[in-house]
């Protein structure tokens, strides 16, 4: 069993418990190819709102400043907004922004509210996973397939990228929680797996054997 030695800060050892219990479910439907009882609740009741906080402070992070044009163009059409014909650069750029404030005002509604801290954190903590995550020493490497690296897991390069990636990692949970089995053949379950399995070993100095 594992236990919390608290670290003097109830938000980081939740945050380090919920990574260490996501990554242990991974490893036993890594190794069993089914969740054990209970696993399903722990992943659809603690890990896919953290993902939710994630995308959350995306939404709120995300400004036009923080992408180029093609950058921009490419996520409003992911996110199904369409934009009115535009002739200059000047032109486009303004149109793009519009459906971006469209696409941010429908998804959080036309009330102003304060940024909300968590969802930032939670997405700071997120691209710092994503950042350090090829650099994994082959010794943390827990994925039980091939050879123990994630060099090949490259970070998400840009907006675009990154709601790609978080996209990923909802869908991948969700996956998991609603359908409890795990293919290592899948790309998108090492992904998920290496992203837990880094923000375990990032925030794992809270962890002590029982």
Known sequence: M???ESSGF???DRLALLFRRTRELLDVAASTGALPEGGSEVLADETLPHVEDIEQGFRVWLRA???DLDELRAFVVRAGVGTAAAQSLAERRAA????MNEFAAAAGGPELLPAPARALAALEHARLVFALLPHTPPADVHFPQGRPSYADITPPRGPAEL???????ERSVWLLATRRTARLTDSHYRRTYGFFDTAARLSGGGFVSA
């Open 10 to 12: 109830a938000e980081f």
């Open 65 to 67: 400043g923080a992408a």
């Open 96 to 99: 793009l922004i519009e459906a």
């Open 2 to 4: 594992q236990r919390i």
């Open 163 to 169: 709601a790609e990636r978080i996209e990923e990692l």
